[in-house]
């Protein structure tokens, strides 16, 4: 029973929760305890110490509307948990090419990474925040492409936790204590002897998983491709056993990766703001419409990180066909579906329009499949359980489209929002002939798509860059290479010949290479498309930013890569005092300037440089269904 108030009252938080408490208690007549402000503005989680038994306030519709009628209320939402949208393991073991939906064989769904990549491999200067259940920092898709991030799971796992048939109903870390600032994943199995609410008994991994499919190493001989070969990670942990995160805590971790709320002194500022989240999970929310409203708390911190030029992607949810579940269904969200590699839906994802949020189905392979990176062990991670399975769940749609966003800000870093939106949807492939499908008593029927059933269409990163490179004084591109791990202390050399001017061509170019984080290094070749990077790596993890001017237009582009040395702790690596500058943003300007990230003085040499209808779980004690997302090992990959 607890919810979540937001007062228009701007007075000192200790005088607002003690009168606010006074006004609840005599309002519900039972006794409310106040767990703690969030980070949104003037929003406090509370919590009824047992629901009321006698009058009037016997539905959870019934207290929403009696707390939100009281004075000086402007909305109270129910602290909601949510799921990782995901669907069953599947009996057949056969499936499509692997990552088929990224290379350009002809299916109509096709991506044509390629040709994406040829144009741009993304920038280490854009932060995709991962609001998950935490990372394994040592898997080596993700090694070198982490930022430290913090776990925001607030309650702390009991051992055992209420059991009903076997079934753990209770949420919590599942890591042996609450917040800090370790986002690493523990594993999200319950307990022996019990499971979870969607029959699962071993563990996800599911954030290694989501994260992997939008940035995983690439071009490195092992496992698999990212959409971004340079975009960082922060991990955000918001989900703790059996994959459940609670809408509070989902809140605080919005405003900490977008920097746009309160500060809280225990837990800090964040100081690699994200330019995109992602969330990959979703419930329905019977019990107030299945909508989103204009007043509920994950709609203003949506609309508080947009404000903060911060675009959100949410995964549709895994309902078979129903309409997109919440919190995708709030304005302001990029609702991210499945399809298949010929363009038809795949038939666990929700689909459908709705008011302030666009839905776009993005491809996996046959049956909508995602290849991503996960680990062996059941419970806890195994040290040498690196691998990778196909996945299905729009789980793993999200990041698909996450990862395609960041490589239009590489491109063009000033885009907002809105205009990401407009370029998706704009570009978006239209669904094929038969794409929609319903359920009906003799199994699935398919039909063709409208916008209204189905969405905006297809995900086109390729047509996306196209457009956005010909937009208004259109900018030369920097195309760094993809950033690596390295195991020694140098020679490395760093290239952006692939980089282009503002039409699109090789002519009219200047390049300047500077050390942007990181220890100095000694650097060589920095007017050059070439950078040398002749030692310093050791122990070491450094930024390399390439700005290029086309020299006719007199506008500038800047993108950035980053080398991690093998032997690096990423979550507690911080340059020496002596490296000068910690990193930038690199933000271009529109009328064609680029402010580039602040340079690090360095020595050198030539110069400087979810599964069913996912129902409401916890608040009044109803069973939700979650089906735990489907995998298939991959034999062709090696384990580590």
């Not at 675009?311 to 609702?335: D, E, K, L, R």
């Not at 689909?351 to 996960?374: C, E, R, W």
């Not at 290029?548 to 800047?558: E, I, L, P, Q, Y």
Request: charged share 10%; glycine share 12%; hydrophobic share 40%.
């Amino acid at each position: 029973m607890r919810w979540v108030v937001n007062m228009s009252n701007p007075a000192p938080r200790t005088a607002v929760s003690s009168r606010m408490l006074q006004t609840l208690e005599s309002t519900l007549g039972v006794p409310v305890q106040m767990i703690r402000p969030l980070l949104q503005p003037n929003s406090y989680l509370v919590e009824m110490q047992r629901h009321p038994e006698l009058g009037s306030l016997q539905t959870p519709q019934a207290i929403q509307a009696a707390l939100q009628a009281l004075p000086g209320v402007r909305f109270a939402n129910p602290d909601i948990q949510l799921r990782r949208a995901a669907v069953p393991a599947p009996n057949d073991p056969v499936y499509a090419v692997n990552q088929a939906s990224y290379m350009n064989t002809g299916a109509y769904a096709s991506l044509r990474m390629q040709d994406v990549w040829e144009q741009t491999r993304g920038s280490s200067s854009v932060v995709i925040a991962v609001l998950d259940s935490g990372v394994l920092f040592e898997n080596p898709e993700l090694k070198g492409r982490l930022l430290p991030g913090y776990d925001f799971v607030s309650r702390v796992t009991p051992p055992t936790g209420t059991r009903e048939s076997g079934t753990v109903f209770d949420s919590g870390s599942n890591d042996g204590d609450g917040r800090d600032p370790d986002p690493s994943d523990p594993g999200d199995a319950p307990p022996a002897g019990f499971s979870c609410p969607d029959s699962s008994t071993t563990s996800s991994w599911h954030g290694t998983t989501v994260a992997s499919v939008a940035v995983a190493q690439s071009n490195n001989g092992q496992f698999l491709t990212g959409m971004d070969w340079n975009a960082k990670v922060l991990p955000v942990r918001v989900s703790g056993r059996c994959g459940i995160a609670t809408s509070s805590d989902i809140i605080d971790a919005f405003y900490w990766a977008t920097g746009s709320g309160r500060v809280d002194p225990s837990i800090g500022v964040n100081p690699n703001p994200a330019n995109v989240i992602n969330l990959s999970f979703a419930t329905d929310t019977p019990l107030f419409g299945g909508g989103c409203a204009a007043n509920d708390m994950i709609a203003q911190a949506i609309a508080d990180a947009r404000a903060r030029n911060v675009s959100v992607v949410v995964s549709a949810g895994n309902n078979s066909g129903g309409a997109v579940q919440y919190p995708a269904n709030c304005a302001g969200t990029i609702a991210a579906g499945a399809a298949e590699q010929d363009g038809q839906l795949a038939t666990y994802t929700a689909k459908g329009a709705g008011t302030g949020f666009i839905t776009l189905h993005a491809p996996g392979n046959s049956n909508g499949f995602y290849l991503g990176a996960s680990n062996t062990g059941d419970s806890a991670p195994d040290s040498n359980g690196s691998t990778t399975f196909l996945f299905a769940g729009t789980s793993f749609s999200a990041p698909m489209v996450a990862g395609a966003i960041s490589l239009l800000k590489a491109v063009r870093p000033s885009l907002t929002p809105a205009e990401i939106e407009a370029l998706l949807r704009d570009n978006a492939l239209p669904y094929p002939g038969n794409a929609n499908f319903s359920q009906g008593a003799f199994g699935f029927t398919r039909s063709n798509c409208t916008s209204t059933a189905c969405g905006v269409g297809l995900l086109n990163v390729l047509g996306a860059l196209q457009a956005t490179r010909a937009l208004g004084n259109a900018l030369p591109v920097a195309n760094v290479q993809q950033s690596a791990v390295v195991a020694s202390n140098g020679p490395f050399v760093l290239e952006g010949g692939l980089s282009t001017n503002t039409a699109g061509g090789s002519e009219n170019l200047s390049f300047s290479w500077q050390q942007v984080f990181g220890n100095p290094v000694v650097l060589a070749g920095a007017s050059t498309s070439t950078l040398q990077v002749q030692s310093g790596m050791a122990g070491n993890i450094a930024e390399f930013a390439l700005t290029v001017t086309d020299t006719a237009t007199n506008r500038s582009n800047t993108g950035v890569v980053r080398l991690a040395n093998a032997s690096v702790n990423e979550r507690t690596f911080v340059p020496s005092a002596t490296s000068g500058a910690s990193g930038g943003t690199g933000v271009t300007t529109g009328s064609g300037a680029s402010s580039s990230p602040a340079a690090v003085t360095a020595t050198s040499n030539g110069g400087g440089g979810g599964g069913g209808a996912l129902g409401l779980f916890g608040l009044i004690g109803l069973a939700a269904l979650l089906q735990a997302h489907r995998r298939v090992s991959l034999s062709v990959y090696c384990k580590l």
